[in-house]
């Protein structure tokens, strides 16, 4: 018997057989707490998430093979998507807040899918340039903070606030999922139909993402505002405003804008230890960093659980501590392959932390965040984020230059032991009202269609 077999089963007959192995019983479960609606908004992240990790790496790759680009022209390309795709989001966060957010991500799936078709498309027909690499590289980075700030909004619409840990934990496990089997079967298939085969498996997922959402049903009503139909300039900032007057949030937020722009910054500079210095193979490579994202599907999977025994609190202050330990160790990295283990022993250790710790500070976020404020504050953390990762791998691409990519990496190791003191406190976490009167409609949330 199927688990969906199952739950057609508990629902008619408000029980289950006998004898159940306890997973299947843990799976019913969650299907019918979490509900139908949601179900499909995860089948739609899931789908979308594999795609992008098939394609990990693929824009690299093209302007490396097929367009002859140096490191400068791939360095740019990375900082480009990063840095101007945040710029062109910001406005677009006030923008979604009033819109019906699946109508949104629709568009915004349907914009990349565009986007990312336009490359395949101008490969064939010999058109493809390095610009229409950094244009797409700007497309797909503004939609997807704006896919993700939606998306916030769009689950705690659907999910009852006591299961939100839940669901966000079993997105947080497909991420991990879709890392560990996309980039070496993206790497295959780029070495058996050609650099640009990825780049259309990605878009083709978007187009299902779309129909994921569109599956989802109902009538979505649309948010009002009480006193402007128009966005003001202070609207940009009321992401930020509602952060940095929250006070676990302001802390979390410069803890998370910190932490993630060193752990990316450090990426390129292990690639040039790895594969330049070092000499390891590029399958070595690939390897190293493959396993260790099981340790993000063993966290997350497990990050319920420790919440339950220790306390939401308890579990991003220690969690927080744990993932600023890692990074150091790589300055001790030789070639071999005892540089090869310490390499997956440090990424493995890194993204376990990182799996249990990202779905309770989702949580969190979501719980501390009025409903008429989400989209903006999702929009303003990821924004935020995405500019200090390019701020911060341009500032150690020349730190290492001056010095060394080994030196560069200590000196990130050094700063991310520091991090854990920007994390809230017990007493920073108690749930507090909103900081300032709301200026919008004192409507109540939007609702989603009624469950089945």
């Given amino acids: 018997m199927t688990v969906q077999r199952l739950v057609v089963t508990r629902r008619r007959y408000g029980c289950l057989p006998a004898s159940l192995p306890p997973a299947w ?109 950094l244009v797409v590289s700007v497309v797909s980075g503004a939609a997807d903070i704006t896919f993700k700030a939606a998306s916030g909004a769009c689950l705690k619409a659907l999910v009852p606030a006591e299961h939100l840990l839940v669901a966000n934990a079993r997105m947080e496990s497909t991420t991990w999922t879709s890392t560990v089997l996309g980039p070496p079967l993206g790497g295959a298939a780029i070495g058996l139909f050609g650099p640009v085969t990825t780049v259309l498996a ?67 500079l292990l690639a040039v230890l790895m594969l330049g210095h070092l000499g ?62 310490l390499v997956m022993v440090v990424e493995f250790g890194l993204i376990a932390c990182i799996g249990v710790s990202n779905p309770v500070i989702a949580t969190y976020r979501l719980e501390q965040t009025p409903s008429d404020r989400v989209t903006r504050t999702l929009s303003a953390w990821s924004v935020s984020t995405k500019a200090s990762i390019a701020l911060l791998t341009g500032l150690w691409g020349v730190l290492a230059s001056l010095t060394s990519p080994r030196a560069a990496i200590v000196v990130a190791g050094a700063l991310l032991l520091a991090t854990p003191l920007l994390l809230p406190r017990k007493s920073n976490l108690a749930p507090v009202a909103a900081p300032y009167p709301s200026q919008e409609t004192s409507r109540p949330p939007v609702k989603a269609a009624p469950r089945t």
């Fill in 25 to 133: 019983i843990a799976q019913v479960r969650t299907r019918r707490v979490l509900g139908r609606e949601f179900g499909w908004l995860w089948r739609a992240y899931a789908v979308s998430s594999f795609g992008t990790s098939l394609a990990f790496g693929a824009f690299p790759i093209i302007a490396i093979l097929v367009l002859h680009a140096g490191p400068g022209e791939v360095s740019a390309l990375a900082a480009a998507g990063l840095a101007v795709g945040a710029a062109v989001a910001v406005p677009l966060g006030p923008w979604v807040e009033f819109r019906r957010k699946r109508s949104v991500m629709v568009a915004m799936d349907l914009a990349r899918f565009a986007a990312m078709l336009s490359i395949p498309a101008a490969f064939a027909l010999g058109w493809l340039s390095f610009a229409q690499l």
């Fill in 280 to 341: 390891f193979a590029p399958w070595q490579y690939g390897l190293a960093f493959a396993v260790p994202c099981t340790g993000g599907l063993i966290g997350s999977r497990l990050s319920r659980r420790v919440v339950a025994r220790f306390g939401s609190s308890q579990v991003m202050l220690v969690g927080g501590t744990l993932r600023a330990c890692w990074v150091i160790w790589l300055g001790f990295l030789r070639p071999g392959l005892a540089g090869l283990l």
């Fill in 202 to 268: 990605d878009a083709a997922s978007y187009l299902l993402s779309a129909a994921g959402i569109r599956a989802i049903g109902g009538r979505e009503p649309r948010p009002e505002r009480a006193q402007a139909a128009r966005i003001r300039g202070r609207d940009l900032l009321d992401g930020w405003r509602h952060i940095l007057t929250h006070p676990g949030l302001r802390r979390l937020f410069l803890n998370a804008c910190l932490f993630n722009g060193l752990i990316m910054a450090t990426e390129p």
